[in-house]
């Protein structure tokens, strides 16, 4: 019996090890992924399970021509060289402005069968990937204004771009801007001066190696001087000011667009009247979504309805600034089924009680200017720019059947509360804001619906 029972017991041990060893490598290997996940991750700010912005390429080979799609100017991809000439100051404050631009570093291409609406965008490097699906996603013309603050910068954004010019036949239509302080030289050397083994963007993780690849959130860690901040404004005056078509939608780079968005909304306007003296104050809203990490980011409104009646979407910003993105008509636009068009909701302006609304729209280069001493890291960044149109008599046409929806993830945070290194941003933004608030009000006749916001 008990000879038996030695044999079964040593089985068993040797079962024990054998499984403890299989768990111990599964272990490591997971682990290893996972480091090899995340130094690409460190570029971007929001870390969405996994799933990064041009998981895609990793599927698609690189062209063989010299320059890819992309048409490049300043003797790239080799290097950046420029000449005085070609640098300009900003939209608003134009060679008095503490900001340079160097415009169309990449310039973008307009064929007859694009739909003439720009997307025109701005960036840091932490969120140059998200180039990859723009162009995946908007059918016509993009306009990006990247803000560079050293030659880090400056190396992977345009290492990036290159990638992209290799790997995605839609880059043709992307024109790139640097935009970057008075006192800061423009320099770059490419390390790659032909096209990319694949588009893989892992591959792109070589780019971030050395001793300053440690990418942190942009002024997470910096004091608020008149120098270190970013300069959102500036850069959306840039790309929007850059672009070749009538009509632009100036949105943040995370916000992907419903299908067909730019070429549906032409043919929207072909059928749309208003009397000829107000048409040039009137902008076409584009509501803001966001959904949760688990979900692909729905294409069609039927799509985005879905998630909404399952609690796992909802409009941008609900849970961090309710006020923000919550545009009226919102509980019709859930109800209505425009098909496969674009159509009017309803037309109104931004006044009580929607006097702090920040509206995504389609407009024109002619409306008033994003004020370029505001920060992004201080809030309150594009209220001014809206109490302005309203005080000048803007209307707001909601689109049904168009929509943007934010990058996977859904914020459910207080913003000011969790990220208590903007307070002193906030501070700054606010003494500017009470200065230029002046200015606007004694521009315009009173209006009390428009609300002075403090």
Known sequence: MLNNQRPFKSRFFSFLIT???????????????????????????ENVNSRLPGEYLKEIMPTSSEDGYCKLNFRLPAQLFYSKDAISG????????????????????????????????????????????????????????????????????????????YCIPEMSRVSLH???????????????????????ILNLEQLNSGPDSDISYFAEEKSPSNNNWY????????????????????????????????S????MTDTFSCLESSCEKRVFVVPVFEVESTENIPRTKAQLLDLIVSKKAVYFHQFTCTHCQKFPGLEQWKTTDPGDAITPLLETRREIPYE???????????????????????????????????????????????????????????????????????????????????????????????????
């Not at 008075?182 to 032909?194: E, G, P």
Request: hydrophobic share 40%.
């Open 19 to 45: 499984f403890f060893l299989f768990v111990l490598f599964f272990l490591l290997l997971n682990a290893i992924q996972t480091v090899k996940v995340t130094k690409v991750n460190n570029i971007i700010v």
């Open 90 to 165: 900003s939209p608003e404050f134009e060679e008095n402005s503490p900001y340079h631009t160097l415009h169309d570093v990449i310039e973008g291409r307009i064929d007859q069968d694009q739909p003439e609406v720009t997307y025109a965008t701005h960036l840091t490097k932490e969120f140059v990937l998200y180039i990859s699906e723009v162009v995946r996603y908007w059918e016509g013309p993009v306009s990006i204004a990247a803000y560079v603050a050293d030659a880090e910068d400056v190396k992977l954004i345009l290492e990036h771009m290159l990638h992209f010019c």
């Open 178 to 200: 640097l935009v970057f302080k008075k006192d800061f030289q423009l320099n770059f050397t490419s390390t790659r001066t032909i096209a990319p083994a694949n588009c893989d």
């Open 231 to 262: 300069p959102i404004n500036v850069c959306r005056n840039v790309a929007r000011q850059a672009s070749y078509t009538e009509y632009v939608l100036v949105c943040d780079i995370e916000l992907m667009p419903s299908e067909n968005l730019a």
């Open 264 to 267: 549906r909304f032409l043919e």
């Open 356 to 454: 702090r609304w920040e509206p995504i729209f389609i407009g024109t280069k002619n409306e008033p200017l994003y004020n370029e001493q505001l920060s992004w890291e201080g809030f309150q960044d594009k209220m001014l720019q809206m109490l302005e149109m309203c005080l000048a008599g803007y209307k707001m046409v909601i689109l049904d059947g168009a929509f943007l929806v934010h990058w996977p993830g859904i914020k459910k945070s207080r913003r000011l509360k969790d990220e208590s290194w903007r307070k002193p941003y906030v501070r700054k933004n606010q003494r500017f804001y009470n200065k230029l608030l002046k200015g606007i009000i004694s521009k315009y006749p009173r209006n009390l619906y428009c609300k002075r916001v403090d």
